[in-house]
């Protein structure tokens, strides 16, 4: 949501709205800078292409995989895990690479593994489940997919981490 360029100050009087910060930007580094709407756009267009390749990848593996309204999810609780795993992969690449390009993590973070994981679906299904009289189920399904993916970051970044920094030696 945009900011309103003044806000009113508490002792009274007007000031400038602080600028809205994008955590994922280090403004240290020269090549993350903004430069203007045009750099905006390969951006917008890495991120869309990245999205549409990882919703595919999402659909074909739950596609081979399908399950029912009673049964529980595999391929979603297995493709948010696998999305997660690599989450914590590139991450952990990313932050130990000398200069990554710049449109890597658009396109491959939030555009590849944003579109190939799933958490409405995950939603879903847990009210599906509960729909369906099977609360058990549901909260099985919740605790492995919390677990499951919390520790699947966790796991694959800091072992990539380690392996990066042993091939760098």
């Given amino acids: 949501m945009p900011q309103p360029a003044f806000q009113q100050h508490p002792g009274g009087g007007r000031r400038a709205a602080p600028a809205v910060i994008d955590p994922d930007v280090d403004l240290a ?14 951006v917008l267009a890495a991120t869309a292409a990245g999205g549409i390749l ?3 990848a999402r659909y074909g593996l739950g596609s ?9 999810p595999w391929s979603t609780l297995l493709i948010n895990v696998t999305g997660c795993l690599l989450i914590g992969v590139l991450m952990a690449v990313l ?16 555009g ?11 939603a879903l299904d847990v009210q599906r489940l509960l729909l369906h009289h099977r609360p058990l189920v549901a909260v099985d399904y919740v605790a492995l997919t919390v677990l499951g993916c919390a520790g699947a970051v966790w796991l694959s970044s800091a072992l990539t981490g380690r392996i990066v920094a ?4």
């Fill in 64 to 72: 081979a995989a399908p399950h029912h309204d009673q049964q529980f």
């Fill in 29 to 42: 580094d020269p090549a993350q800078q903004p430069v203007g709407p045009a750099r905006r756009w390969d």
């Fill in 112 to 122: 590849v593994l944003g579109g190939y994981t799933t958490y409405s679906t995950f």
């Fill in 166 to 169: 042993v091939a760098r030696r």
């Fill in 95 to 110: 932050l130990q690479a000398p200069s990554p390009h710049r449109l890597a993590r658009p396109f491959l973070g939030v």
């Fill in 54 to 56: 990882g919703a595919e």
